[in-house]
């Protein structure tokens, strides 16, 4: 039997019991070698053409994940290929499929207009000459800035900025594009614009990779979804299915303001409660209290919280958010 020629597979990601270990030296007058299993036998696929979102809480692998994906880290253990190249072993034919986008401010010049910037980056990814205007103006129009492109881009807003290292990250037209993060710091009116241009990116037939810490951005986006916590790969799915993991609760939402760690304990442990989860707001806290919906908890949940300034209380359907808390709280 044959194996399928380097290249030829229908898969642009195939990751296979995929770990990385790192080794770390704490403490300074008994220094101490230890080491993190950041990401512990990782296995998925994502096809030609998919939006696929690699969802998890902080420290969860995912950088970890695409940098072992984008040939920045050798795995420990396990194997993965790009378009049919392993990551390992067929680095410069993997590298030439790819373009990594992350969130934050480095990677362009400043004093420099977005024009010249890709000017520059297209000399340093080896587009062809001749092709360079072109695909500098189809990626111009791709990424919304068409018009803007002579500005220095000291004076581009963050929104504007992402957009532009979008643009930046395709410019020798990677088949997979990997984008970490990319509307951290964009605020909600920019982050949409930034959603239609991953969006018109990924109708163009791109690949992408994308890890972001927003649900309803990978909700909107993604075709499928791996939700990752401690270094594993807890959930797969598409967003409808993993937001089945919440059929069946009811979700009571609540504004307040400095509530003890001892009422959260309470609340999950209150009858019919499956899942707390808190989120903090400057000085706003929003406590989310899954249950299972023929249970009513609303009322012992407000008398858990007697004497404690509250705002809004809600009781609603759970979304994919509340899938995820489940998901990640059951890692
Ligand atoms: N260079 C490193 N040396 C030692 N430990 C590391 C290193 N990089 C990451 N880690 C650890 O590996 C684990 C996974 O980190 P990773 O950055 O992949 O997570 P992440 O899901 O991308 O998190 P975040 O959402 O915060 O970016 C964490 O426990 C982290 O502290």
Not at 263 to 270: F, G, P
Request: proline content about 4%; glycine content about 10%.
């Amino acid at each position: 039997m044959h194996s399928a020629p380097s290249g030829s597979s229908d898969h642009a990601i195939e990751a296979v019991g995929l770990r990385r270990t790192y080794r770390t030296r704490t403490g300074w007058l008994r220094p101490r070698n230890s080491t993190v299993e950041a990401v512990r036998e990782v296995d998925f696929t994502v096809r030609r053409g998919e939006l696929f979102g690699l969802l998890g809480p902080n420290g969860a692998g995912k950088t970890t994940t695409i940098k072992m994906l984008n040939t920045l880290l050798i795995p420990s253990a396990g194997s993965a290929r790009i378009c049919g190249f392993d990551v390992v072993r067929q680095t410069r034919e993997v590298r030439r499929r790819i373009g990594y986008v992350f969130g934050g401010d480095r990677g362009l010049y400043d004093r420099l207009s977005a024009l010249d910037n890709l000017r520059y980056f297209a000399e340093l990814y080896g587009v062809a000459p001749r092709d360079q205007r072109r695909r500098i103006g189809e990626l111009l129009d791709l990424v919304g800035l068409t018009g803007r492109e002579r500005e220095r881009v000291e004076g581009y807003s963050r929104g504007m900025r992402q957009r532009l290292h979008i643009a930046r990250g395709l410019l020798h037209s990677p088949e997979v594009l990997f984008l970490d993060e990319p509307s951290i710091g964009v605020d909600p009116v920019a982050a949409r614009e930034l959603r239609r241009t991953v969006a018109d990116l990924a109708a163009t037939g791109t690949t992408v990779l994308l890890t972001t810490h927003y649900m309803a951005e990978a909700d909107e986006l993604c075709d499928r979804i791996a939700v990752i916590a401690d270094g594993r790969i807890q959930a797969l799915g598409t967003p409808a299915e993993l937001r089945q993991r919440a059929d069946g609760r009811r979700v009571v939402e609540v504004e307040a303001y400095g509530v003890p760690d001892t009422a959260i304990s309470a609340l999950r442990d209150l009858p019919g409660v499956r899942e707390t989860a808190v989120e903090t707001r400057g000085a706003l806290q929003v406590l989310t209290v899954q249950s299972d919906a023929h249970v009513d908890v609303q009322g012992d949940v407000l008398r858990e919280l007697a004497g404690i300034r509250l705002g809004r209380v809600d009781s609603r359907e759970p979304t994919l958010e509340d899938a995820y808390v489940a998901i990640v709280n059951a890692s």
